[in-house]
């Protein structure tokens, strides 16, 4: 009787059962509760190779911090909104966060050698002159000039192989400068060779289009900020950028309070100086400054952000340019600007040059109507001796020399100024 019950129990359950699934199934908010749960989506940033500039390496600077960019460890300060849209790509520099644990962040200057605009002229200009086409590929372009060839064919970077290039570093080059350009080049895994057997063909591409293009990244390399040399620490390139420690331009600092700028005035003195007299004697020089040549980090040390227009004499081994060498002028010579400037001459370049400009456009600036008078006074005058260059480098030395005694006690010793806080407590040196 037990085993009937429960045999009719079965056969009754299972219209029941089917009933229970239809309505179930009939029932949105029911079956919603039921449905398994769709996984998060995370946002992902489309970089297009166009905004980096990887659509024309081989003819870019490089790709050695591209791996941060896709897994999103450098980001755009845009990308911190909603949107999460680029920037625009016509801008030369974007202010951006980098990290290397996901956790912390630091800010970094990502920048771009020159405009877009600038870039694109000049892509336009290797194809027309090159192979008489709008477009082309600009790397089988340039590897079929003379002088790839001869980058191709050299053990070792010559001043030959430099010569006519328009950045200031390689208007004067010595051998020993050359040497260091190879073994810092910090693109390619360090073989700390002077010969160039570890460098590739496209890697000599990219360090030839670097240099005819725009300086600034390998002088970050070759002289680091960790070696105690005034530059921003050189992170990487991806395509056509740029990414290096962020500086605040000297020009947000024009309107600061008297002591702030006493303490960048006497800063920018002291790496003009260390420009001129290093252990490794080298010289630097500029051939032009602005707002934007120097920065500030965070901590109030005080850099220089832009290196595109400083030039490096070696008053070790001199200049090995033959005669007539600065004349020669091929596509790499024009990338960037007109081939029919001129170059400076070694021999016109003095110890004062640098100074001249930095009196002239900005310290003046800076130091404007900050301080009471006399003092303010004083400071104008020795300025304006400086700017005016009658004077001998020795000359010009002694006003420099003047205006530091007359600003050093005029700034001033707390944690604003943390890159020398508490050390100026305690050293006469502050």
Known sequence: MGRWICCLCSRTAEPLMLLLVLALSCNPSTAATTSPSVPHIKPSYSFGRTFLGLDKC????????????FKEEIRFD????????????YLLSYSGNYTDDAQSWRLVDITR???????????KRICTSLLKTKTCSLERALRRTQRFQKWLRAKRLTPDLVQGLPSPLLRCPSQRLLDRIVRRYAEVPDAGSIYMDHLTDRDKLRLLYTLAVNSHPILLQIFPNVEGWPFPRYL?????????????????????TPEVAADLALQLLAVLRSMGT???????YFTHVDAGTFGVFSNGHLFIRDASTLGVIDKEEGSQLINGQQEYKDIFSCLTVDC???????????EKHSLIMVCQEL???????????PVQEKIDSFLQDCASGLTDDQGVNEAIAKLAEILKPLRSCDSRFAYRYPDCKYSDKY
Do not use: E, M
């Not at 081989?58 to 960019?69: D, L, P, R």
């Not at 050698?113 to 892509?123: E, P, V």
């Not at 990487?236 to 600061?256: E, H, I, K």
């Open 340 to 350: 029919q400037s001129a170059f400076v001459s070694c021999d016109s370049i003095r």
């Open 58 to 69: 081989n003819a870019c600077i490089g790709t050695s911090i591209c791996k941060k960019f």
């Open 113 to 123: 050698l020159t405009s877009k605009y600038q870039h694109d002229r000049a892509d």
């Open 78 to 89: 845009t990308w911190l909104s909603s949107h999460l849209k680029l920037p625009p790509s």
């Open 278 to 284: 290093n252990d490794l004697n080298y010289f630097f």
């Open 236 to 256: 990487g390139s991806c395509g056509r950028l740029v990414v290096s420690a962020s500086t605040q331009p000297l020009r947000d600092f024009y309107s600061t």
């Open 363 to 373: 310290l003046p600036k800076l130091l404007k109507g900050k301080f009471l008078q």
